[in-house]
Every structure is written in structure tokens, then in C-alpha cells.
């Protein structure tokens, strides 16, 4: 009831579906909530793999469709097994009452039992039950298909530090030009194979170097040197680059090549700030485009503020103030309520 393609996405692993698991498949799946469409959509997805089967298939394992899963490059080559008599699985004593946790758990043991030779790992999104289930001795994992990464440092930052030796390593053949204003290099050699169009490169120390990857082709890759917003001359809306990050956003933020730029960083790290400082330089000052349109996700980090009464624009306005006080500082010298 997580996630109704559950089934698909444990590889080459079998699945045991006890009969209680389907009880409560059926007795959550009626209303409009997104469990009980996630349990419509399970049974659904069950009723399909068991159309037309006969019950000695059925009792033997059926194989479980790869199209389901190819979408992550890997097929389901497990088979799918069914609670299809009784199983009396000897739980403890201080686990009374008949629960669909404790038949679960009965479940698991009495596999555990039939097939010695087997790991049998229970999988669910229950703590209690993963916690019950380490008290009688099955093993249990929590399912995490569909885990989002919550440590921002496992995520692509977009930056490289190239190593001391880049120069001497990609020397051979480089060719530099200036165009536009801009200067560019083409470099070619091993670190060049793992880049990425529009990637930010680096070096620390006496030479400090910063680049972003351009364009990358078989053999080698274009890169131009990035513009450096740290000064007062070269400011943004008056907004300066405070460290490299920033200095890479603004570059990002302010090439019209770029049709979309995500910006990842702690709060506080300036993102709206750069972003609306871009967006007023090139629609007020370079005249690139006609508007800024902002907006953000109504999701309350504390506790829900609930239906808000008025205006489309009145009910959005405790959610835009974020970026109302962020306009506030770039447009003080205006006066007046000027981009409200």
C-alpha cells in the first residue's frame, strides 16, 4: 500500500504473499485516499499475474513480468508465491491475539521452518513490525526502492576539483581562444571521460582556476573560463559572489544558453537571493526577457496553516514570503511597492 509496484522491483528475489496481506489489501482499498488507491492498483496488478492460471501453477511460483521494472534497467526473474493452505508458524508466547502483524510474523517462521536452506527476509515499511520481527528471530529489511536521498552530500553537486597535475596530464594537443569575450580551452586526456555538459571544474591554490564544461565531445571537451561575480565591479543587482558555489551559480543563473538551472544548498546559502538578482539583471537591465515569474511549493515545513480565505494572490502570500523579503533587498532603492 507504499507503493502498489512493490513486486516488481525485487530482481531476481522470490516473493511470499501471505493470505493476510491480501485481507488487507481489500480491506483498505475502498475511499480516495492514496492508500486505498495504491491497494486498488496492487490488486489490479496481482489479478493480472494470476489471470488464467491454474492452481498447480499458481502453488509452483509465477513468474513475476519484467516490463514492469525495466524502466530501472533491471527485470523481475524472481517468481511470486501465494499463501495458498495453512501455515502454523510457532510465535512466542508474550505475542498474543490474532493481528495481521503477528500472521505475518507466524508466516515468516513457518517458511523459515519449510525451507532451511532459504533466507527468508520480511520486507515492510512497519518499524513496530521489523522491530517485532528481530524479537523472534527473522530477519527483516525495510523497503527502500523508493527512499529519496535526505544527505546532501550524496547528491551531484555539479562541481569538480581537477587534481594538481590537470595541466601537465591534459597539455598535449590543448588548444585556448577568446570569443566574445570569453576564453575558452580545448583539453583532452583521462579525467575529461567521467565530465558533464555544463559542469563546474576547480582548482584551490596558487593556481586557482575556474571553469565549466561547455561542450564534450568523444575526444575531448570545451570548457571556458568561468566570470568571477566576487568583485563590486562585476556585482549582479548589486548582489556579489561570496565563495566559489555562489560564483558558479551566478555564472549558471546568467547564461541565456542555460534554459533550466537547480540550485541545491542548505537554507541561508543564498540561492533565491542569486536566483532573483539574475532574473531582475537580464529582464531590467539586459532586457532578455519580458518577466519573472515566481512561485514555490505550498508544502509547510511545521504545522499546517490550513485553507487561507481571499485571492488566488492573498492565499499565496504567506507562502511567497521568502522570496518577498529577498525582492525587498534588491529593490530598496526603488520605492514604492515596485515588484509587488
Same mark, same amino acid.
Given at each position: 500500500?507504499?507503493?502498489?509496484?512493490?513486486?516488481?522491483?525485487?530482481?531476481?528475489?522470490?516473493?511470499?504473499?501471505?493470505? +493476510? !496481506?491480501?485481507?488487507?489489501?481489500?480491506?483498505?482499498?475502498?475511499?480516495?485516499?492514496?492508500?486505498?488507491?495504491?491497494?486498488?492498483?496492487?490488486?489490479?496488478?496481482?489479478?493480472?499475474?494470476?489471470?488464467?492460471? *491454474?492452481?498447480?501453477?499458481?502453488?509452483?511460483?509465477?513468474?513475476?513480468?519484467?516490463?514492469?521494472?525495466? *524502466? &530501472?534497467?533491471?527485470?523481475?526473474?524472481?517468481?511470486?508465491?501465494?499463501?495458498? /493452505?495453512?501455515?502454523?508458524? %510457532?510465535?512466542?508466547?508474550?505475542?498474543?491475539?490474532?493481528?495481521? $502483524?503477528?500472521?505475518?510474523?507466524?508466516?515468516?517462521?513457518?517458511?523459515?521452518?519449510?525451507?532451511?536452506?532459504?533466507?527468508?527476509?520480511? +520486507?515492510?515499511?512497519?518499524?513496530?513490525?521489523?522491530?517485532?520481527?528481530?524479537? !523472534?528471530?527473522?530477519?527483516? *529489511?525495510?523497503?527502500?526502492?523508493?527512499?529519496?536521498?535526505? $544527505?546532501?552530500?550524496?547528491?551531484?553537486?555539479?562541481?569538480?576539483?581537477?587534481?594538481?597535475?590537470?595541466?601537465? #596530464?591534459?597539455?598535449?594537443?590543448?588548444? #585556448?581562444?577568446?570569443?566574445?569575450?570569453?576564453?575558452?580551452?580545448?583539453?583532452? @586526456?583521462?579525467?575529461?571521460? %567521467?565530465?558533464?555538459?555544463?559542469?563546474?571544474?576547480?582548482?584551490?591554490?596558487?593556481?586557482?582556476? &575556474?571553469?565549466?564544461?561547455?561542450?564534450?565531445?568523444?575526444?575531448?571537451?570545451?570548457?571556458?573560463?568561468?566570470?568571477?561575480?566576487?568583485?563590486?565591479?562585476?556585482? !549582479?543587482?548589486?548582489?556579489?559572489? /561570496?565563495?566559489?558555489?555562489?560564483?558558479?551559480?551566478?555564472?549558471?543563473?546568467?547564461?541565456?544558453?542555460?534554459?533550466?538551472?537547480?540550485?541545491?544548498?542548505?537554507?541561508?546559502?543564498?540561492?533565491?537571493?542569486?536566483?532573483?538578482?539574475?532574473?531582475?539583471?537580464? +529582464?531590467?537591465?539586459?532586457?532578455?526577457?519580458?518577466?519573472?515569474?515566481?512561485?514555490?511549493?505550498?508544502?509547510? +515545513? @511545521?504545522?499546517?496553516?490550513?485553507?487561507?480565505? @481571499?485571492?488566488?494572490?492573498?492565499?499565496?502570500?504567506?507562502?511567497?514570503?521568502?522570496?518577498?523579503?529577498?525582492?525587498? !533587498?534588491?529593490?530598496?532603492?526603488?520605492?514604492?511597492?515596485?515588484?509587488?
Amino acid at each position: 500500500m507504499h507503493d502498489p509496484t512493490a513486486l516488481f522491483r525485487f530482481a531476481e528475489h522470490d516473493l511470499f504473499i501471505p493470505m +493476510v !496481506v491480501l485481507e488487507e489489501l481489500d480491506r483498505n482499498k475502498k475511499g480516495m485516499s492514496e492508500v486505498a488507491r495504491n491497494a486498488r492498483q496492487a490488486s489490479r496488478f496481482l489479478d493480472n499475474i494470476l489471470a488464467g492460471r *491454474e492452481k498447480s501453477e499458481i502453488d509452483g511460483g509465477l513468474p513475476i513480468p519484467s516490463f514492469a521494472s525495466a *524502466e &530501472e534497467g533491471t527485470t523481475a526473474s524472481g517468481k511470486l508465491f501465494f499463501q495458498t /493452505r495453512s501455515m502454523i508458524g %510457532h510465535l512466542p508466547e508474550h505475542l498474543p491475539g490474532n493481528t495481521p $502483524d503477528h500472521s505475518i510474523l507466524a508466516s515468516a517462521l513457518a517458511l523459515q521452518e519449510k525451507m532451511p536452506d532459504h533466507q527468508v527476509i520480511l +520486507v515492510s515499511k512497519d518499524i513496530n513490525l521489523r522491530i517485532k520481527a528481530a524479537l !523472534v528471530g527473522v530477519p527483516s *529489511e525495510d523497503y527502500s526502492n523508493d527512499k529519496v536521498l535526505d $544527505d546532501v552530500n550524496l547528491l551531484y553537486s555539479g562541481t569538480e576539483e581537477l587534481p594538481a597535475d590537470f595541466w601537465e #596530464s591534459h597539455s598535449k594537443d590543448m588548444d #585556448s581562444w577568446q570569443e566574445s569575450g570569453h576564453t575558452y580551452y580545448r583539453v583532452s @586526456g583521462p579525467d575529461i571521460g %567521467h565530465w558533464y555538459p555544463n559542469q563546474c571544474l576547480y582548482m584551490e591554490g596558487e593556481q586557482a582556476f &575556474e571553469a565549466i564544461v561547455r561542450r564534450k565531445e568523444a575526444d575531448h571537451a570545451i570548457i571556458e573560463l568561468a566570470e568571477d561575480y566576487r568583485t563590486a565591479k562585476r556585482a !549582479v543587482w548589486g548582489i556579489r559572489a /561570496r565563495n566559489r558555489e555562489q560564483n558558479f551559480a551566478l555564472n549558471m543563473l546568467l547564461d541565456p544558453e542555460i534554459d533550466f538551472v537547480t540550485l541545491l544548498g542548505s537554507a541561508g546559502t543564498g540561492k533565491t537571493l542569486l536566483t532573483l538578482a539574475a532574473g531582475l539583471a537580464q +529582464v531590467l537591465d539586459k532586457n532578455l526577457y519580458k518577466e519573472i515569474i515566481m512561485t514555490r511549493v505550498t508544502v509547510p +515545513v @511545521g504545522e499546517d496553516i490550513g485553507f487561507l480565505p @481571499g485571492t488566488e494572490e492573498e492565499k499565496m502570500t504567506p507562502w511567497m514570503g521568502a522570496l518577498m523579503d529577498n525582492l525587498e !533587498v534588491l529593490t530598496q532603492t526603488e520605492g514604492g511597492d515596485w515588484g509587488r
